[in-house]
Structure formats: structure tokens, C-alpha cells
């Protein structure tokens, strides 16, 4: 089992019930139009991920986190390590701030924080920096292309040829990469990302 960090198409994030993330798309809408801001409603459908360059996004978190959440300390503020380690669902548009709906989701249920991709984005950018991720590091993560990559020996192996500061920690190094990637593949395709 697991937890999975996944892309959501139209068809989930609209439909209601256990099934869907109806109630969250509807909920995070009345917030942004009370910010004045405009509905998100152009989410790609499920046909448009297996089209070329369109898939899905899915990456198996289940390495320690706590070699990550120490490379966080390290480097970001506090409010950056919220950003990038808070959020249950991530948006491909910008927000000022988090957004907190009293609406359970995934495998959380009491409340959803919503975060804009652009942030994540930007603080997983600079964390890749600090620790040097490798260009070898999956760029498409269709079918737990990182998860494989960092699991199966592949890191390991270029981690003895090259080592540097990504090769300490593989655990922290595939967090970055997958928040990195997640972000990247969110604003990318316009789609909501969130775990399952």
C-alpha cells in the first residue's frame, strides 16, 4: 500500500462523493472568488494524459522523510517549509498564501491546504540547487519513474560514480526530486496534484 503523490484529471476533481474531489474544486472556488481571483475550472481530462507528453504524474512516497525535513530546516524559513511540506492538494496558479478548507481529503480528514505549484516550485528549485540533483534524475514520472530510479539502484549506482551533496541522503535527494517534478508536471499540464 502506500501513499501516492498523484495528478488528478477533470473527471475526478469534478465529481462529488468519496470518489471525486467535487467538494474541494467547489470549496477551493468560493475562496478564490472571494479573493477576487477567478475559478479553476480548465483541469485537463483523462484522455489528455496519455497523449504524448500528457501523462499522468505518479510517485510512491514511502522513504523516510525526515533526512528531507532536516535539509528544509537547514535551508528554508520556516513558511517555506510549510509551503513545500503542508499541502495536501497543489494548484498549477500562483497563491499569496495557503489556502485551508475545514474539508477532509485523501488520506487527511480534517482539513485540505491548498498551494500553489508556482511556490512549491520556486523553494523545490532552490533546494535541488543545495543539494545538487543530478540531470540524470527522471524528468517524466509517469509510473513511479523516481520511485524506481531512486529504489532500484540506478541513484545508487551514479551516487558511487559522482557522488556529491544529493548522494549524503538518498531519501532527503528523492523528496526534492519528487517535489521538484510534481510542481514542475502540475504547472506544466494545468492539473491539480494530491495523494491517495
Known sequence: ????????????????????????????????????LPPYES?????DFVRGSGQAFEEKMSPSMDGFVALCRAHLSREDEETI??????????????????????????STVIAGAPQVLAIAERLAAAVGLPAET?????????????????????????PGPWSDD??????????LRAAQHSVRRGCPMTYS
Open 138 to 162: 527522471p524528468h517524466m514520472c509517469d509510473n513511479l519513474d523516481l520511485t524506481m530510479w531512486f529504489g532500484q539502484g540506478a541513484a545508487e549506482r551514479l551516487a558511487a560514480a559522482r
Open 85 to 110: 511540506c503542508g499541502w495536501t492538494v497543489l494548484v498549477p496558479f500562483s497563491l499569496d498564501e495557503t489556502i485551508r478548507l475545514p474539508l477532509g481529503s485523501g488520506y487527511t480528514e480534517a
Open 1 to 36: 500500500m502506500g501513499v501516492y503523490l498523484v495528478s488528478v484529471c477533470a473527471e475526478d476533481w469534478f465529481t462529488e462523493g468519496e470518489d471525486g474531489w467535487g467538494d474541494i474544486a467547489t470549496a477551493l472556488n468560493g475562496e478564490l472568488r472571494q479573493q477576487g
Open 170 to 179: 538518498l531519501d532527503a535527494a528523492f523528496y526534492v526530486a519528487v517535489f
Open 43 to 47: 483541469v485537463p481530462e483523462a484522455a
